[in-house]
């Protein structure tokens, strides 16, 4: 059953309680569509007044049961008699759509499931394959040199001339260009990618070594790497320690704090 969330506020259940003067009575619609769940219907031809009222319990109310529910539209009377619970089955499509699958036997078991595929006779096991693979040699047969084949020759006879393609640059080509990139950067901010490798470099616990404080603010900003030894030195002295005197669990971003006062100290 689906009760809507501002049920208690809809026109219609305060249209009720002006009705009857009883701020109570529209938990008799909450009992009726109770009723309907429990009956999987909402039409009801052979019910009478005193039957909806006793369902309701709607008790000693004024005006009658079946007048106050008609007349704030949660009710409609049948013909040419009963009555019926407006819009429940609209309300609860879903709910009646199930119970009727439920009564056709619900759905179909895997045997009688018309869209299977029908066996192919195939073997869908992983079975080993057995025969020579394509480029499996016998120790009776022997291949012939690739370098023989006609497409594999120049036109003069001449096998082709593999031309040594660009070697990948080395580590020291490209601490050059990091370097080379570095000093483009203004004298202000960070760029946007030594910004990206920054932040890639995630915090770690313990000390760091002197070479890894000089490798941290040289990508920090340009001209930070002048402070890594002074850095380095003074956490030496006070042991890696923070304010509150516990273990730095985030040097890089002490290391870049440092980096910058000491150079806003210089007026530059």
Not at 80 to 96: I, K, S, V
Not at 120 to 131: A, E, Q
Not at 137 to 150: C, H, K, L, M, N
Request: charged content about 25%; hydrophobic content about 30%.
């Amino acid at each position: 059953m689906i009760v809507q969330p501002d049920f208690c506020e809809h026109w219609k259940t305060r249209l009720l309680v002006e009705i009857t003067g009883d701020e109570s009575a529209p938990m008799a619609v909450l009992r009726l569509w109770a009723h309907c769940q429990h009956s999987r219907r909402c039409q009801f031809p052979d019910m009478t007044p005193p039957q909806l009222a006793s369902i309701c319990r709607w008790g000693s109310r004024k005006p009658a049961c079946h007048a106050a529910l008609v007349k704030a539209g949660f009710v409609e009377k049948l013909t040419p008699t009963g009555f019926m619970a407006h819009q429940w089955d609209e309300h609860n499509a879903q709910l009646l759509q199930k119970w009727r699958a439920g009564e056709k036997g619900g759905r179909p078991p895997l045997a009688e499931n018309p869209n299977k595929t029908e066996d192919s006779g195939k073997p869908t096991d992983n079975r080993p394959i057995t025969g020579t693979k394509p480029d499996q040699i016998r120790s009776d047969q022997t291949r012939s040199d690739r370098s023989e084949r006609p497409d594999q020759t120049r036109p003069d006879g001449q096998p082709p001339s593999h031309a040594p393609g660009p070697s990948p640059p080395s580590p020291l080509e490209d601490s050059d260009r990091m370097d080379s990139k570095d000093q483009s950067f203004g004298s202000g901010g960070l760029d946007g990618l030594v910004a990206t490798l920054a932040k890639k470099m995630t915090p770690r616990i313990g000390t760091p070594t002197r070479e890894e404080v000089h490798q941290y603010l040289r990508l920090a900003f340009n001209g930070a790497e002048q402070y890594a030894d002074p850095f380095y030195d003074a956490m030496e002295k006070q042991h890696w320690l923070d304010r509150n005197r516990k273990p730095l669990t985030n040097w890089q971003s002490m290391a870049k704090s440092y980096a910058s006062k000491a150079y806003l100290s210089q007026g530059r």
